[in-house]
Structures are given as C-alpha cells and as structure tokens.
C-alpha cells in the first residue's frame, strides 16, 4: 500500500494531479483545500490512500495527514464513497466537518455540492456515533483526553450510555488529574453500576 508520496507536481487540477516522482507520474484525487496549497513545478509531499475495491484501483492524496486520516474515516462510514468524502474535505475544513455533526448543523452541509438535505441529515445520524474518533482525528489529544477518550470508549463498549459515561469520566478526571486510565474505568463502574 502507498502511504505516502514526494515529487514533483507535474500537473495539477482542483481534485486531481500528476506527481512525478523520480520518473514515475503518479495519479492522485486530492481535495480543493490540497490544491489550494500545492503549486504546478512545485516539489510536494502528499500523504496518500491506496483505495481498491473490485475493479477500482485509485489514489487519494492529502496535503496533512489530519484530512487523509478523516478521509479514511468518512469512507468507512455506510453511504460514504471516495467521491462524497472528497466533496466534504473540498467543502470545509476539517475542524468545521465535525463542528456541523456535533451541532448537527444541516444547513452547513447541504452548501457542499452534492449534498442534499436528506443526505446531510443520514451523515449527521451516522457520523454522530462516530464522533469521538472523528474529533481526535481533527485536533491532537493530550494525554489526559486520550485517556479519557479511552475509558470513556471502553465503558461503552461494556454497554454503558455515552453521555452518562462521558459526564462520570470528565468528573473523575477533575478531581484526581493525575488518574491512570485502568483506575477511571474501575471508578466509573462503581458509579455507574
């Protein structure tokens, strides 16, 4: 799989350019917001997605790693293709993507082209329960929201509710600081027991 590529822009269009690397032209779907900050001649470095499915076969290339790590993880998403996945990169940034998830922010979406009102609605719902993962994606996360991002993930997946998870793990965290993610997960089934 080709994670990552560095050469030179050999052509370059709004969601498509040819990267020559040492001879080698390259083929690569980017969104508009990579576009905007590559030039034509320019040397570049993109990361990339290796997408094959049947008989398909194609590249994706990202100026950050922050939009092919969201990319990846729009794609994963039921009714999410390359292409719509490409359409929401191109048409906010990241941090604004999921701003209009969590806030549920239709109207933000459906001014991305190809995104209708009923399709902004099913991307919210089904975005929505991928939002931590989506939001640790789009900012880096200190070692205490990583923790609590984990134990908030594990005490769901042992069939606690994600709200009343988040609000025990975010009071234990206040108090105790310093709290090691194996005794957050012991206190919060006490309490939420």
Known sequence: MIAKLKGTVDEIHPTELILDVKGVGYGLTIPVSTYEKIHPGGDVSLYVHTFHKDDQFRLFGFFSKVERDLFVALINVSGI?????????SGMAPERLIDAVKQGNIAALTRIPGIGKTKAEKLVFELKRRLSRLERI?????????????????????????????????????????????EIIKEALKILA
């Open 81 to 89: 293709g390359p292409a719509m996945a490409i359409s929401l990169l």
């Open 138 to 182: 789009a900012r880096p996360l200190s070692a205490i929201d990583s923790s609590s991002s984990d134990a908030i993930e594990a005490l769901v997946s042992l069939g606690f509710n994600e709200s009343d998870s988040s609000r025990c793990v975010a009071a234990l965290v206040s108090d105790n600081p310093d709290i090691t993610i194996e």
